[in-house]
């Protein structure tokens, strides 16, 4: 089963928290709603900004947004102009009194939804898939996923029939729960029709409880050390007789 369902989805309340955070009582169609309405819109309104993921906490009559970005300043502006034409825009959508907040992602290649939409941006500028795949490959795995698998499904190439190639490096452990395993889909749309991305990262074993409030102890999108959850050492090598 692990195969098959979405990892993130399957890690919820053991290692992984959720990107909405209300009570929403008789409101909750609604809220669910106007959440995917937010997030489209941020979507659409910085396609440069290298989002990941908008986490969207409520209160009763605020609404506070935490976009974790790999290019911070693109959201931000300069002097915070960006950010305070959003808060306009978005009270026009919601009818609330909103607030951002801005994490930014240090290493991009470790982040599932990054590597996913970085892959289609070249698929769409005609680089060679493999070429694509590989490089991310090699770059998740140099700044230090423990394993990584990248899945493209399509007229690759321009072939008349369409297929599906992967490429894989370390380990993917599925049916681990306490693996922490960061996962996004993604598409390219290309001359030739629309391409899948599938993109699975391996960061680490989580052991201990880990804190799933929403933005809490973040300082980076890899497990920390300590109670927000720390990685299993590596066995000793052995000696060679």
Known sequence: MGQKVNPISLRLGIIKGWDSNWYGGKSFAENIVEDHNIRKYLAARIVKGGISKVVIERTLKRITLTIHTA???VVIGKGGSEVDKLKEELKKI????LQINIFEIKRPELDAVLVGESIAQQLKARISYRRAMKQAIASA?????LGIKIKCAGRLGGAEMARTEQYKEGAIPLHT???DIDYAVSEAQTVYGKIGIKVWIFKGLVFGKRDLSPNVGLTSNAPSPGPAGRRRPEAPKRKRR
Request: charged share 35%; net charge positive.
């Open 71 to 73: 290019r911070p300043g």
């Open 141 to 145: 795995m140099r700044v230090g996923a």
């Open 94 to 97: 919601t009818g609330k009194e």
């Open 177 to 179: 729960l306490r693996a």
